[in-house]
């Protein structure tokens, strides 16, 4: 099984018979920890080095305590010594009496740090080994994914045993997902803002605590166990999916904490040594490249330790899969505040021995200069794909509804062909097309059912007169602004979903599907739906007939990319040369000819065919044909004649009612009835 590191790390140590608490700051004075029924224990710097330490005799597992810290004044320093304040360090979190007072944010006392046990009894099951070429990555918000689940018991709906039910897992498999990839569960607070609002953060990129998993997610059973039940009930979860196949990806955000701006919630790092773990401006402002009013200074080593310290926990003792990085970007940035591919602290991600068999996924961005990084990040990192988002979204969307507008599009073909095929010109060939992961949907923008049924937002409900969210959607509602009870404008939305769909699963690279897509889920428009809280949208687990087919053909098209390694190469191929497990790609037009260098960029040749033959490295020869046709008119298309085809077989379409078992001899036309993709097998 899997070994806990043994390198020393800060917090509470209980479990070797001498309890012994550490914390690291430069710039205190003075560190306290105080132990609710033990007493207070004052804890010595250890030689000049930034850590105090101290022995706690008596201290036991289920104890709740809290940190006093003194230090010098200043601008860059938050100390007071009668302020309590959390471990950033704590394995358990959970919110004390004075939860219920909206002022007792502003000092800390809303949240109590635990000492927890951590055992479990894994019974032998250890992580699943998914090849990246096979991996289908599912995004989910543990709240919203099972509340409205009638398979699932009441008590358990929207929680990690929810998800941890046998109905949520049979539905996990049914589509095709191999890597569950979860909305921040790290603990984590509500801005101020929104709770004196009355609203809550549904999404949870507000981190209060790096090591403690979010107690609001976990059932009421356990909770009332304390903090050692609710991470009970997390290991829980990560090991029936695991039993079942399943990844575990986390959604991690260590760019900003939950202390918000200058003036904000003191709750840990900020009283501690706010001036060794935030970036700092010239002017002694905050320098925030997060716009969430604090960035993280990972240049700082002691920084840049409590971030890895947390992933190699729950790397080894939690065993989750791999991480999503939120706002990446930020983490790699140097003291000057400029980007850097090769940041220590990524080389340690990248080559630190307990995250050796992790995914390290990133959204390589953020909101600071320079802060647009897609393509940068290297080796053993995967990156969302935003160039693939919104190329498909263009070609399928909002070039469709300019035809319809304005008689034609401004673009052909030639954008959409570079995203099936893994965006090499961001990967490059060293890295691959297995580096980009390919989505069209996420938690923040559209699902992808009011994709096509908004032409804009509609955040009302937020109580920011619409103002937030992004404005560069790329949506088409298809001629009326969201729910209609017309057949032909939700017949055309339907279609329009399975392009979307069935272009990610297709193209080359790690396909992501945003949890609800698949069963039609609506956020009625809202594009921004973090700050919604008793009106946010669950999954439809409903028997509603357009869900119904929406899950099918997610289902039906995971196992074509499963069968299929042409459609998922692992390398990129040299023109002249054979690559192992990459694919060789052979265009044809319209006629069944091979395409022209028209026919890639004129906006009226809006159809391609795609024949992609694998390079065997480890699963037989395969070959596959992608029919694609981006207009709303009827076309006659003419399957590629080859030497080494004879016969070929629909496998999917997008157009609902195509029969898949006629068999088509090379050089017979096909009729495309509106915009479409189609998969043939050779036969």
């Given at each position: 099984?899997?070994?806990?590191?043994?390198?020393?790390?800060?917090?509470?140590?209980?479990?070797?018979?001498?309890?012994?608490?550490?914390?690291?700051?430069?710039?205190?004075?003075?560190?306290?920890?105080?132990?609710?029924?033990?007493?207070?224990?004052?804890?010595?710097?250890?030689?000049?080095?930034?850590?105090?330490?101290?022995?706690?005799?008596?201290?036991?597992?289920?104890?709740?305590?809290?940190?006093?810290?003194?230090?010098?004044?200043?601008?860059?320093?938050?100390?007071?010594?009668?302020?309590?304040?959390?471990?950033?360090?704590?394995?358990?979190?959970?919110?004390?009496?004075?939860?219920?007072?909206?002022?007792?944010?502003?000092?800390?006392?809303?949240?109590?740090?635990?000492?927890?046990?951590?055992?479990?009894?894994?019974?032998?099951?250890?992580?699943?080994?998914?090849?990246?070429?096979?991996?289908?990555?599912?995004?989910?918000?543990?709240?919203?994914?099972?509340?409205?689940?009638?398979?699932?018991?009441?008590?358990?709906?929207?929680?990690?045993?929810?998800?941890?039910?046998?109905?949520?897992?049979?539905?996990?498999?049914?589509?095709?997902?191999?890597?569950?990839?979860?909305?921040?569960?790290?603990?984590?607070?509500?801005?101020?803002?929104?709770?004196?609002?009355?609203?809550?953060?549904?999404?949870?990129?507000?981190?209060?605590?790096?090591?403690?998993?979010?107690?609001?997610?976990?059932?009421?059973?356990?909770?009332?166990?304390?903090?050692?039940?609710?991470?009970?009930?997390?290991?829980?979860?990560?090991?029936?999916?695991?039993?079942?196949?399943?990844?575990?990806?986390?959604?991690?955000?260590?760019?900003?904490?939950?202390?918000?701006?200058?003036?904000?919630?003191?709750?840990?790092?900020?009283?501690?040594?706010?001036?060794?773990?935030?970036?700092?401006?010239?002017?002694?402002?905050?320098?925030?490249?997060?716009?969430?009013?604090?960035?993280?200074?990972?240049?700082?080593?002691?920084?840049?330790?409590?971030?890895?310290?947390?992933?190699?926990?729950?790397?080894?003792?939690?065993?989750?899969?791999?991480?999503?990085?939120?706002?990446?970007?930020?983490?790699?940035?140097?003291?000057?505040?400029?980007?850097?591919?090769?940041?220590?602290?990524?080389?340690?991600?990248?080559?630190?021995?307990?995250?050796?068999?992790?995914?390290?996924?990133?959204?390589?961005?953020?909101?600071?200069?320079?802060?647009?990084?897609?393509?940068?990040?290297?080796?053993?990192?995967?990156?969302?794909?935003?160039?693939?988002?919104?190329?498909?979204?263009?070609?399928?969307?909002?070039?469709?509804?300019?035809?319809?507008?304005?008689?034609?599009?401004?673009?052909?073909?030639?954008?959409?062909?570079?995203?099936?095929?893994?965006?090499?010109?961001?990967?490059?060939?060293?890295?691959?097309?297995?580096?980009?992961?390919?989505?069209?949907?996420?938690?923040?923008?559209?699902?992808?059912?009011?994709?096509?049924?908004?032409?804009?937002?509609?955040?009302?409900?937020?109580?920011?007169?619409?103002?937030?969210?992004?404005?560069?959607?790329?949506?088409?509602?298809?001629?009326?602004?969201?729910?209609?009870?017309?057949?032909?404008?939700?017949?055309?939305?339907?279609?329009?979903?399975?392009?979307?769909?069935?272009?990610?699963?297709?193209?080359?690279?790690?396909?992501?599907?945003?949890?609800?897509?698949?069963?039609?889920?609506?956020?009625?428009?809202?594009?921004?739906?973090?700050?919604?809280?008793?009106?946010?949208a669950p999954v439809d687990w409903s028997d509603d007939e357009d869900a119904e087919s929406m899950t099918e053909a997610m289902a039906a098209l995971t196992r074509l990319r499963a069968a299929h390694p042409a459609l998922r190469p692992s390398r990129?191929?040299?023109?002249?040369?054979?690559?192992?497990?990459?694919?060789?790609?052979?265009?044809?037009?319209?006629?069944?000819?091979?395409?022209?260098?028209?026919?890639?960029?004129?906006?009226?040749?809006?159809?391609?065919?795609?024949?992609?033959?694998?390079?065997?490295?480890?699963?037989?020869?395969?070959?596959?044909?992608?029919?694609?046709?981006?207009?709303?008119?009827?076309?006659?298309?003419?399957?590629?004649?080859?030497?080494?085809?004879?016969?070929?077989?629909?496998?999917?379409?997008?157009?609902?009612?195509?029969?898949?078992?006629?068999?088509?001899?090379?050089?017979?036309?096909?009729?495309?009835?509106?915009?479409?993709?189609?998969?043939?097998?050779?036969?």
């Amino acid at each position: 099984m899997y070994e806990t590191a043994t390198e020393t790390t800060p917090g509470f140590r209980v479990d070797d018979g001498d309890p012994r608490m550490t914390v690291r700051s430069a710039s205190a004075t003075a560190v306290t920890v105080v132990v609710d029924g033990r007493g207070a224990f004052p804890l010595a710097r250890q030689g000049d080095t930034d850590e105090w330490s101290a022995s706690t005799p008596g201290v036991q597992v289920g104890d709740t305590y809290h940190l006093l810290v003194d230090g010098p004044s200043g601008p860059r320093h938050d100390f007071d010594p009668t302020r309590p304040l959390l471990d950033p360090y704590a394995r358990g979190i959970v919110a004390t009496d004075a939860d219920a007072d909206a002022e007792a944010g502003a000092d800390g006392t809303r949240w109590t740090s635990v000492v927890v046990d951590g055992d479990f009894d894994w019974g032998g099951v250890t992580k699943p080994v998914v090849p990246l070429d096979r991996a289908v990555v599912y995004e989910a918000n543990v709240r919203t994914f099972t509340s409205a689940n009638p398979a699932v018991p009441e008590e358990l709906r929207g929680t990690y045993a929810g998800i941890a039910h046998e109905s949520t897992i049979a539905h996990l498999q049914r589509i095709g997902v191999t890597t569950l990839e979860l909305l921040p569960v790290q603990a984590f607070d509500t801005e101020r803002w929104l709770r004196e609002a009355g609203r809550e953060n549904a999404w949870g990129y507000n981190t209060l605590g790096f090591f403690a998993p979010h107690a609001g997610h976990a059932s009421a059973g356990a909770r009332a166990a304390g903090a050692d039940g609710v991470l009970r009930e997390f290991k829980g979860m990560v090991r029936l999916l695991h039993e079942a196949g399943i990844q575990v990806v986390l959604d991690v955000v260590y760019n900003h904490t939950a202390e918000e701006g200058l003036g904000g919630p003191t709750t840990s790092l900020r009283g501690i040594d706010g001036a060794g773990r935030y970036r700092w401006s010239d002017t002694d402002t905050y320098y925030d490249t997060t716009g969430c009013g604090n960035t993280l200074d990972t240049s700082v080593t002691a920084t840049a330790d409590l971030v890895l310290d947390s992933l190699r926990y729950w790397a080894r003792e939690v065993q989750v899969d791999g991480f999503r990085f939120d706002l990446m970007a930020s983490l790699a940035r140097d003291a000057d505040h400029v980007f850097d591919p090769e940041h220590p602290l990524l080389e340690r991600i990248r080559n630190h021995p307990d995250l050796q068999d992790t995914l390290v996924i990133a959204e390589p961005w953020d909101v600071g200069p320079d802060g647009w990084r897609t393509g940068s990040f290297g080796a053993r990192t995967l990156e969302w794909n935003d160039g693939f988002r919104d190329t498909v979204r263009k070609f399928w969307l909002e070039d469709i509804a300019d035809e319809r507008r304005r008689g034609a599009p401004d673009a052909g073909i030639g954008a959409l062909a570079g995203a099936l095929t893994g965006s090499r010109h961001l990967f490059g060939a060293e890295r691959g097309p297995l580096s980009g992961v390919n989505f069209v949907t996420a938690h923040d923008g559209f699902t992808l059912h009011d994709l096509v049924s908004f032409d804009a937002k509609h955040n009302e409900a937020n109580g920011e007169e619409n103002r937030d969210g992004s404005n560069d959607n790329r949506s088409f509602n298809h001629g009326i602004e969201g729910d209609t009870a017309d057949r032909g404008v939700r017949a055309a939305r339907g279609r329009s979903m399975r392009n979307l769909m069935a272009t990610v699963l297709l193209s080359a690279g790690v396909p992501m599907i945003t949890a609800g897509d698949e069963r039609s889920r609506t956020q009625n428009g809202n594009n921004n739906a973090y700050v919604v809280s008793d009106d946010l949208a669950p999954v439809d687990w409903s028997d509603d007939e357009d869900a119904e087919s929406m899950t099918e053909a997610m289902a039906a098209l995971t196992r074509l990319r499963a069968a299929h390694p042409a459609l998922r190469p692992s390398r990129f191929g040299v023109p002249g040369q054979t690559t192992p497990s990459a694919s060789r790609m052979s265009w044809y037009g319209p006629d069944g000819q091979a395409m022209t260098a028209e026919g890639w960029d004129q906006p009226i040749h809006r159809a391609l065919q795609y024949f992609v033959e694998s390079t065997p490295e480890h699963e037989p020869y395969d070959r596959v044909l992608v029919v694609v046709h981006g207009s709303g008119r009827t076309r006659d298309l003419t399957l590629p004649t080859r030497e080494d085809v004879f016969t070929y077989r629909l496998a999917w379409s997008s157009e609902k009612h195509r029969d898949h078992d006629r068999h088509r001899p090379a050089g017979t036309v096909f009729t495309a009835y509106g915009p479409g993709i189609h998969v043939f097998e050779v036969v």
